[in-house]
């Protein structure tokens, strides 16, 4: 048992030594794990931020599709209204047949 001991500490320095640098290059590669990982996450966050910009380029312009046909559709209502008010205003000018006055 003395022996063994004596042998472990005899060889605890570079022992300890050596683990330390096992240790160490094992979180490296952990690390370097996390890394390309993140790189992955990274990547696939700007495609799917390009494919959000991509969707919300395609809302606007059907938005101003929409609007300008709101305005197209406003425009054809006022004229319509204007037909519809000049041809009242012209049936009002006429006198009634006689007719209808019987």
């Not at 931020?49 to 197209?72: F, G, M, N, P």
């Not at 209204?81 to 000018?93: P, V």
Request: charged residues 25%; contains cysteine; proline residues 3%.
């Amino acid at each position: 048992m003395t022996a063994a001991l004596y042998i472990l500490g005899r060889f605890a320095g570079p022992l300890a030594a050596v683990l330390g640098v096992v240790a160490l290059l094992l979180y490296v590669q952990v690390l370097r794990r996390d890394v390309q990982a993140a790189r992955a996450d990274a990547v696939q966050a700007e495609a799917r931020a390009a494919a959000v910009a991509e969707v919300a380029e395609k809302v606007r312009r059907q938005a101003q599709a929409l609007e300008a046909s709101r305005a197209r559709l406003a425009d054809e209502l006022m004229a319509d209204r204007s037909r519809i008010q000049d041809a009242a205003g012209a049936c009002l000018d006429e006198p009634l047949p006689a007719d209808l006055l019987d």
